[in-house]
Every structure is written in C-alpha cells, then in structure tokens.
C-alpha cells in the first residue's frame, strides 16, 4: 500500500475506533443512569465530563449515536 493511502487507512481506522468507543460509553451512561447512578459517578467510571453525561441523558449530544 502506498504512503498516502495507508495513512488515510490508519486515520479512517482510528476514527472508526473512537466513535465506537463513544457510543459505548454513551449506551454505557444511559445503563448506569437507569440503576439510578449519579451523573458525576457515572462521568467518573466512563472518563467522560459529566456536562458530556448530562447532554447525553438530556438528548442533547448526538455524536456517538
């Protein structure tokens, strides 16, 4: 593979990882929301903000769908 295209492949890769990290941890928040856990606690254990928690639970943040 040439230079160029194997590194559109790493950043396509990577990027690729990282929003199926994202709605983990999202589908994650909603299922710690559920059983009643804090937003705080809740940002703690997914190492997200709890503003980024808080828009999640409140439909407001849509990356990570």
């Known amino acids: 593979m040439c230079e160029?295209?194997?590194k559109?492949?790493?950043e396509g890769r990577t990027e690729g990882l990282a929003?199926?990290?994202m709605k983990?941890?999202?589908e994650?928040?909603?299922m710690l929301a559920d059983?009643?856990?804090s937003t705080s606690d809740i940002a703690e254990i997914i190492k997200v903000s709890s503003k980024v928690v808080?828009?999640?639970l409140?439909?407001?943040f849509e990356s990570g769908k």
């Open 4 to 6: 160029v295209a194997e």
């Open 8 to 10: 559109i492949y790493t």
């Open 19 to 21: 929003e199926g990290e």
């Open 24 to 26: 983990k941890a999202k």
């Open 28 to 30: 994650t928040a909603f």
């Open 35 to 37: 059983r009643g856990m």
């Open 54 to 56: 808080e828009e999640w």
């Open 58 to 60: 409140s439909g407001k």
